[in-house]
């Protein structure tokens, strides 16, 4: 009687902090949307900013945003995947393998903006790449990796060791057992980890705006070495350094919102496509 007195109170502890959680987000979604629907239109989603940004659109920003958090993952996915095959399945346990981890886990935690300074001195002035869409990228996919390491390492822990076990009997190399048996097997996990990635780099300020992103350029990007405008920068500048601030107010939450849905749509398509892999794994 105890025991289950003490689990149900545990579950309703547990559903109390989801319940904190959604009511928060729907907290933030519903200010962003009474504040900031005004400011959609065609033209705003369109057009660039004009009349120092106090009229006009976001199109420039939309698109360096997508270029960021595309690039950053294209980077960061396939290298994170292969650490954490690494760590997993091939290093030798002992102390080197616990102070990588222990290192991976502490880079998890480093603030942005410490990659974003990490970045300016690299890949900005070190690699002399300059104020670039690929200077900003590799800074984001370095920010991402932490993470997806993390959860790949997670699913890949999670795949049974009998189907290894299993694979290795039927006479399939480890190489073989890792491609075929365990990293489809493991694939929604590390799908959700890229979904985590590129959501973190969508919406991060910092690490930009040392590496990427402008305060003003209404020209599309037409290489990876230009500079770009960026959602979560472009909402920094005009809630802080705009010549008219409080004119420039519902233009702040529009561009918000549109971030929002930006990183939702995003993690939409994420999600679907973990969700369709699922299913065929099963049948």
């Not at 239109?41 to 958090?69: H, N, Q, V």
């Not at 886990?105 to 890949?123: H, K, Q, T």
């Not at 489809?184 to 980890?193: E, K, S």
């Amino acid at each position: 009687m105890k025991r289950k007195i003490t689990q149900q109170t545990f579950f309703l502890l547990f559903r109390f902090a989801a319940f904190i959680n959604a009511a928060a987000l729907a907290i933030i979604i519903y200010f962003m949307l009474a504040n900031g629907w005004k400011a959609i239109s065609w033209e705003f989603l369109t057009k660039p900013p004009m009349d120092s940004m106090t009229k006009g659109g976001i199109l420039p920003c939309i698109i360096g945003t997508l270029c960021l958090a595309l690039g950053s993952i294209v980077i960061a996915f396939p290298i994170g995947v292969a650490s954490a095959i690494y760590l997993n399945e091939y290093a030798a346990k002992g102390r080197a393998l616990r102070i990588i981890r222990l290192g991976i886990n502490n880079l998890a935690g480093v603030p942005s903006v410490v990659f974003g300074l990490f970045g300016l001195a690299f890949f900005v002035i070190y690699l002399k790449m300059g104020v670039s869409i690929l200077a900003g990228a590799l800074t984001l996919a370095v920010m991402s990796l932490p993470v997806i390491i993390g959860s790949t390492e997670e699913a890949l822990k999670a795949v049974p060791d009998t189907y290894r076990e299993a694979s290795l009997g039927l006479g399939a190399t480890k190489l073989q057992t890792i491609m075929r048996v365990v990293l489809p097997a493991a694939m929604p996990g590390i799908l959700t980890g890229g979904i985590l990635g590129i959501s973190r780099a969508a919406g991060e300020t910092a690490p930009i705006m040392f590496t990427a992103a402008v305060y003003f350029s209404p020209n599309l990007p037409t290489s990876i070495f230009d500079e770009i405008m960026a959602l979560p920068y472009h909402i920094y500048v005009l809630a802080t350094a705009g010549a008219e601030i409080e004119t420039t107010r519902p233009l702040q939450y529009g561009t918000a919102l549109v971030l929002i849905g930006l990183v939702l749509g995003m993690n939409i398509i994420a999600i679907i496509m973990r969700a369709r892999l699922r299913r065929k794994m099963r049948q």
